[in-house]
Nanobody
Framework: QVQLVESGGGSAQAGGSLTLSCKTS????????MGWFRRRAPGKEREGVA????????SYADSVKGRFTIAKDNAKSTLTLQMFDLKPEDTAVYYC??????????????????????WGKGTEVTISS
């Protein structure tokens, strides 16, 4: 059974940085597309933040380009999201996800969330101004 567990969330001031990690078990992540999503408020839709395809392709949401970096360590079965120059609007619950879809997905696309098969429970990030 595939399980994803996020960690690294917390509080930071605007302009600061945080690094999120997603530890995966039950799957060899080298063969799968993975990504980070966030939900900024209860009841709002989850939005794509960063996607890494199984061949290393990367897609970022426009709102985080140049500030966030997604990376994957296959040996450690870990996906990370380095977040720099954080803004109050980055406040959200961040989720890690894995997809068995074989083609690359776009972080910004509304349907990307529906293509993910496994989800972590999320880690909360709060950015103060």
């Amino acid at each position: 059974q595939v399980q994803l567990v996020e960690s690294g969330g917390g509080s930071a001031q605007a302009g600061g940085s945080l690094t999120l990690s997603c530890k995966t078990s039950g799957a060899d992540i080298s063969g799968f597309l993975m990504g980070w999503f966030r939900r900024r408020a209860p009841g709002k839709e989850r939005e794509g933040v960063a996607i890494m395809g199984k061949n290393g392709q990367i897609s970022y949401a426009d709102s985080v380009k140049g500030r966030f970096t997604i990376a994957k360590d296959n040996a450690k079965s870990t996906l990370t999201l380095q977040m720099f120059d954080l803004k109050p609007e980055d406040t959200a619950v961040y989720y890690c996800a894995l997809s068995t879809f074989t083609a690359m997905l776009t972080a910004n696309h509304a349907s990307t969330e529906t293509m993910m098969d496994y989800w972590g429970k999320g880690t909360e990030v709060t950015i103060s101004s």
